[in-house]
């Protein structure tokens, strides 16, 4: 049966209606057409596809009365940010072929697509999953990409591999029906009875969101999941994880009644009952979540609402155990696994810094062809972390020197030539690709760094997130200085936030034009180097 409740959202009728995910999206691709119906485009982002417009031309269009430059972008799902390097290649040819030229790593350790035109949506998804990548729910009511420390696996000072948890989660909650594989792989219909059994027919009432990290390196800013799951270890061995429930970062201006929030402490699991937890936290999203308000639906408005006592109750009568307490956490810390590192063999890592994740090539650096020679030559694994850079890993000592060669051809950005400011940036990528965006991100923060970096101010450490609105893709209110759009050419500017990602910063500038944004920005910089403490850092200096 559709979901015919009239209070529900469209999107919940659209899901219950879409006969697990198909709606009319085969009869539409059929057509010679630049775009999908509404409704169908509704669906088709559980298919990790998005309908976009270039923004840049939109006005000038709608003044002609044509169409809008319709065209697609399209989000693969790597748990753990992790890829062969065969797999690597596989994406980097078919962004030449169907894309905007631009392999763009996410916040959430995945590669997306720009600009795919609806005529090439079939042969791209089918070569994506010809390198044995999938897209599907990467994006949509499902959970999501599921993030992990990119490098805890090599990393010599850590044995837990929450790489392979990440990939064991993701199988786990991935949606079941074949529609996927029917509409873009096979083409073969499903004979049997089609079953949800876990989303049921309307899936679940909003995004959800799972990361993995470890109090020693919180790279995936755990408090901003909907689960963040914490490993504890107890005599250098896996004890077991803390989950965290509820967060999530995005908001409307002006509603407070929207709002983000850093995940709560809800209980610790050992590792054989980590899937079977966060499956019944799914469920209790599923069945209390909101479904007539999508600003209302995420995770922590569930929480905030009832309280985490219910939500631990409602949990420990789904599991039928008595939860355990959460573990006391001292510290967490962040790192970015920039440079050359030393793996647990005799192998090495090298993490590249991405300028907001888009791998491309301009007048200034072929990052695009620099890494495609490497990994071409060299066949490094890819690990793509949540702050949009990349790591080539299991590479041999004596290809370091030639790996070093083709960066410096190429001029790729390495640690020794990338300022502390710029290297602990990131930006959404707003217009012209993102129908949300209210002002420019990614292709404005590169601009703003020049200028800081002339300023003077290029070696401050503090973490610098920009996005185009506050939905705060590039997780800006966590960063110890934000600027989110709030209309075209307008930002708030926030400072509070700190670098270990566990507190939320706060507006300290409104409304302010964008060729005011240096200023501002250089005003509370100057005031910082003036009154702070020693050795106090600036997210910690402007928290109050
Ligand atoms: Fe996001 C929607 C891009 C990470 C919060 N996000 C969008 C859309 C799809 C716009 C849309 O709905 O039409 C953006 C597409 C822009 C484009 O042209 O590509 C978009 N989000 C991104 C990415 C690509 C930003 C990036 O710089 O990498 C990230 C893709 C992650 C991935 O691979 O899955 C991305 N988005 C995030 C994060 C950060 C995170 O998860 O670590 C957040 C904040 C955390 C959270 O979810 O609360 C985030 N995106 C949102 C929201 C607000 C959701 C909310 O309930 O508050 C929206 C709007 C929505 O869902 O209605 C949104």
Redesign the pocket.
Known sequence: MPDENPEHTKEEIIKGSSNYLRGDIKEELSKDTSHFKEETTKVLKFHGI?Q?DNRDTRMQRVSQKIDKEYMF?I?TKLPGGQLTGEQYLGLNSICDKYSNQTL???????I?F?GVIKGDLNKTLNEINQSLVITYG??GDTV??V?ACPVCDIDPDCSINLNKLAQEISNHFLPKSRAYYEIWIDGEKNTGIEQEPLYGKTYLP??F?I?LALPHDNC??VF??DVGVVGICHDKSLWGFNILVG?????THKKPE?F?RLGSELCFVTPERLIKTLEKIVTIHRDYGGRVN??H??LKYLIEDKGINWFRTKLESRTGSKLEPFKKIQNYNVYDHLGWHNQKSDLWYLGLFIE??KICDSDKRKIKTGLKEIVEKFSPDIRLT?Q?NIILANIKEEHKDEINKIIEKYKIYTVENVSNLRRNS?????LP?????LAEA?RALPSIIDELEKLGYGEEMLSLRMSGCP?????TPMAELGIIGISTNRYNIHAGGNFEGTRLNKICKENILGKSVVSEIARLLETYREKRNPNERFGDFYQD
Request: with cysteine; aromatic share 4%; proline share 5%.
């Open positions: 998005y976009q972008m989000r763009r790593i996410t916040t959430r350790q995945t997306q720009h990467s994006c999501r990409n993030t909003r995004k969101k990361g995936v800013d901003i999941q967060g999530g970062l995005g908001y929207t983000p999508r600003k639906a995420r907001n994740g949540p949009q990131m930006a959404c990528p707003a690709t993102c129908g949300l965006a990614e939905n705060s893709c590039s997780r």
